[in-house]
């Protein structure tokens, strides 16, 4: 296992360059002048010129590149062009609000995709399953973004039930656990769980369909093993899988949630990358899709332990 560990540390290392190249050039090549975010449009030739060399935007690309790295990997991220604040103290507060966020909607997508699944494939042919698979369909094919705004009309205008905007009281972006807060997080955590919902009915409805049909589980029932001791075997061997699934969708959410974070206005990485790109903020760009991307670099090393402890025969091929 400790081997296992270090040989995909080791493999992280090129992808962290490799996507660190391809953020900073992406970035660069986005249209528009990040010095516009800055000085003044009618601001004189020398002043942007002074500005652009005190930023460091007057040397070639990859001179640029090499002193971005070498000060990501001191831990300095840089100051924002917009704000002139270090770029990760404002990727702190969002970081925790979108992690919050997409683990509270894809625990409650998986709960729910597991029992939808689990019943669908136990139940197969059946209304409940046809029922769950058409919810799971529905629920890929919805954009999260339209659902946003349909779930803001319907209960934040018309009933008046939640709020629509923000992480607290007046739009605020601290987060306390009472219940004026838990509010905020209701809808944008309802409407980002409905993607991880229909991907995690459908994997486990196929999983439970394959494992009922293989030859233990019957032997299993003819010695007379009880439906919920079957169902735990069942449930033993699809978990792995399960859990792949869960924290892949976790990994989507967190770099995906742009869109319902801006419906919603909610504090996290989704809105701070929409203002940076509005504003051509270059350093909160790379910052932040750097950030995300080794995110999810160590969910997937974390998913694959956790696969490995839960099933031996991943250890052992």
């Not at 990501?72 to 990727?91: E, K, N, Y």
């Not at 046809?130 to 094919?141: D, F, I, K, L, Q």
Request: glycine residues 10%; neutral net charge.
């Amino acid at each position: 296992m400790i081997l296992y560990l270090l040989r995909r540390l080791f493999y992280a290392v090129p992808i962290a360059l490799a996507v660190g190249f391809v953020c900073f050039m992406l970035v660069q090549i986005a249209p528009g002048d990040p010095i516009n975010a800055i000085v003044p449009p009618d601001a004189p030739a020398d002043v942007v010129e002074q500005v652009r060399k005190d930023y460091g935007l007057d040397k070639p690309l990859p001179v640029q590149f090499g002193l971005w790295l070498l000060k990501v990997v001191q831990g300095d991220l840089g100051r924002s062009l917009a704000t002139g604040r270090p770029v990760w103290s404002d990727l702190q507060t969002a970081i925790g609000n979108t992690l919050m966020l997409a683990f509270a909607a894809s625990s409650l997508g998986f709960v729910l995709g597991c029992v939808l699944g689990g019943l669908a494939g136990t139940f197969r042919g059946s209304v409940l399953d046809r029922t769950a698979v058409g919810v799971a369909v529905a629920g890929v094919s919805v954009p999260h973004y339209w659902l946003g705004m349909v779930m803001v009309v319907i209960f934040s205008v018309q009933l008046n039930w939640l709020p629509a905007m923000g992480a607290g009281p007046g739009g605020s972006s601290d987060w306390s656990w009472d219940w004026e807060h838990i509010q905020h997080l209701v809808l944008p955590m309802l409407t980002l769980s409905v993607i991880p919902m229909g991907i995690v009915t459908r994997t486990v409805r196929g999983i439970v369909a394959e494992i009922m049909n293989q030859e233990f589980v019957v032997a299993l029932r003819g010695k007379g093993l009880t439906r919920m001791g079957v169902f735990l075997h069942v449930v033993k061997n699809a978990a792995p899988n399960a859990l792949a699934v869960m924290g892949l969708q976790l990994g989507y959410l967190m770099g995906g949630s742009i869109l319902v974070e801006t419906v919603f206005s909610w504090p996290g990485t989704g809105l701070l990358l929409n203002s940076a790109i509005f504003q051509r903020d270059l350093p909160v760009l790379q910052g932040t899709i750097l950030v995300l991307a080794m995110f999810f670099v160590a969910l997937n090393l974390i998913v694959d332990l956790v696969q490995t402890t839960l099933d031996p025969r991943i250890k052992r091929a």
